[in-house]
């Protein structure tokens, strides 16, 4: 039987013996947060932007299953889809949510030495030589994936 | 879950900016000499290329799954829906993914 079941039933029985009976119940000291707690210092507000930059990740992965999807579809349907990527409206919001992506990895790839313990010949590798090391990594990615896009394998 | 989380984050750090900018501004807006349709189909129809874009896509959308979860807990101050949250997150996550596993393998 758990702890609740067998606290619930003690206090059953002592109030059948006496209607008067009342629980202790501690009422908890809990500051009220205000909703937009995040917007009192520029670090709340940092780490806020931080976090939301998943709903920019999380929309450029449907858009580019969206885009190879519309794709399949033919080139006539490819182009309709290139005319609307091109749109004023969809540019602007595009460049917002690039901003989020870049925002991700840059202090993604920040926090890379706090996260990763690197160590050689017993020592441990200085965190900016670790640092240097992710950047130099979305440096190559970069390079890797525009190229492909762009050429295809030669 | 973290696991996904961390790995999805990486992924998501290193290649998403640099596809993205090809994607939605170098190809539409002509700043680049951009593939022909032709090409560009090839290009995304090889499986290796297809294998490293589903992975891209399952780990960002996990990623995002398990960050927003937290998001919603922490900045609104929703944790007493923790069940619904974490159902709709990774529930979302894992339908997504799905749906892009299809699109990808029925990709010409």
Not at chain 1, 46 to 54: G, P, V
Not at chain 2, 41 to 56: D, F, N, Q, R, S
């Amino acid at each position: 039987m758990s702890y609740h079941s067998r606290v619930d039933r003690r206090w059953a029985t002592r109030r059948a013996a006496n209607p008067e009976y009342e629980p202790y119940h501690p009422k908890w000291h809990r500051k009220r947060v205000p909703i937009f707690w995040w917007l009192e210092r520029p670090a709340y507000t940092k780490f806020i932007t931080r976090e939301l930059t998943s709903l920019a990740v999380g929309y450029a992965a449907v858009l580019l299953m969206v885009q190879v999807w519309v794709m399949a579809r033919g080139p006539g349907a490819y182009e309709r889809f290139l005319a609307i990527l091109a749109s004023p409206a969809i540019v602007t919001f595009h460049a917002v949510v690039f901003l989020f992506l870049l925002f991700h990895s840059v202090t993604w790839l920040n926090l890379a030495p706090q996260a990763l313990v690197v160590r050689l010949g017993g020592r441990r590798v200085a965190d900016r030589v670790v640092l240097a090391g992710h950047y130099v990594a979305w440096l190559v990615a970069t390079a890797v994936v525009a190229a492909y896009l762009l050429w295809g394998v030669p | 879950m973290w696991a996904l989380f961390s790995s999805g984050g990486m992924l998501a750090a290193l290649v998403l900016p640099a596809l993205t900018f090809v994607l939605w501004f170098g190809i539409p807006l002509g700043w680049i000499a951009a593939p022909s349709y032709e090409a560009l189909v090839a290009e995304i129809g090889h499986p290796v290329a297809k294998l490293v874009l589903l992975g891209v896509v399952t780990l960002s959308l996990f990623h995002w799954g398990h960050r927003f979860r937290y998001t919603l807990y922490d900045g609104l101050q929703l944790s007493h829906l923790y069940g619904m949250i974490a159902t709709v997150c990774y529930g979302g996550a894992a339908t997504l993914s799905l749906l892009a596993a299809w699109v990808l393998w029925t990709f010409p």
